[in-house]
């Protein structure tokens, strides 16, 4: 059965700082993992798709890695705005998506 | 271009009533699927319609029944609703062909009070 875990469950940066998300997954059968942002009490939205053959995508400050052979994904975000603050959401496909728990993020100005 | 849309907004009801909650899916899409996320939690995978059948499921109950329309709009059922089914569930719809390219819609807050 498919985990995924997200570390930590909450973070509060200063505005400015760049900063990793993590993500974990227990079987390395994927076939992509997602990275969504989700605002209080919203519905989700995609930020970055990494296929399981791709190693890293990039969108604007964010970048996301994905290694399948140590099941880890990270989401890296450059130079923090107050706006980033969210919740995100890393999510494996396996037939069906599979979520973490989140990590609930504060950008302080 | 309408994104996928869910209604109603929030929901207030019984243990034990029965709730309908529907989706509209994003123009194009032909599969959708149901989550379920718990405060503080991550979304759980109910399940996923496609050509008006259940094509999957995930670890939820009976209780919990869906359609599919020829338009592709859907809905959930929960019938005998407990306290633990209040939660925001989400609606994904994805195109043919792409069904892990998943465009939520905004939920509905379900209390079961």
């Known amino acids: 059965k498919q985990e995924v875990t997200q570390i930590p469950a909450a973070l509060s940066v200063p505005e400015g700082e760049n900063l990793v998300l993590n993500c974990s997954f227990t079987d390395s059968a994927i076939y992509n993992l997602q990275w969504f942002r989700q605002d209080p009490g919203k519905g989700l939205t995609s930020l970055l798709l990494i296929q399981s053959s791709q190693r890293e995508q990039t969108s604007g400050r964010l970048n996301a890695s994905l290694d399948k052979s140590s099941g880890r994904s990270t989401l890296y975000i450059a130079a923090s705005q107050p706006g980033d603050s969210a919740t995100y959401l890393c999510?494996?496909?396996?037939?069906?998506?599979?979520f973490g728990q989140g990590t609930r993020l504060t950008i302080n100005p | 271009d309408a994104g996928v849309t869910q209604s109603p907004t929030h929901l207030i009801k019984t243990r034990g009533q029965q709730v309908t909650l529907r989706c509209s899916p994003k123009s194009g899409h032909d599969t959708v699927s149901w989550y379920q996320q718990a405060l503080g939690q991550g979304p759980q995978f109910i399940f996923q319609?496609?050509?008006?059948?259940?094509?999957q499921r995930g670890n939820f109950p009976d209780r919990f029944s869906g359609h599919q329309f020829p338009n592709y709009s859907s809905e959930l059922n929960v019938n005998a609703l407990l306290l633990g089914d209040s939660a925001l569930y989400l609606c994904?719809?994805?195109?043919?062909?792409?069904?892990?390219?998943?465009?939520f819609g905004p939920g509905t807050r379900l209390t079961v009070t």
């Open positions: 319609y496609y050509e008006e059948e259940e094509r």
């Open positions: 994904a719809s994805s195109p043919p062909g792409y069904t892990y390219e998943q465009y």
């Open positions: 999510a494996v496909w396996a037939q069906k998506l599979v």
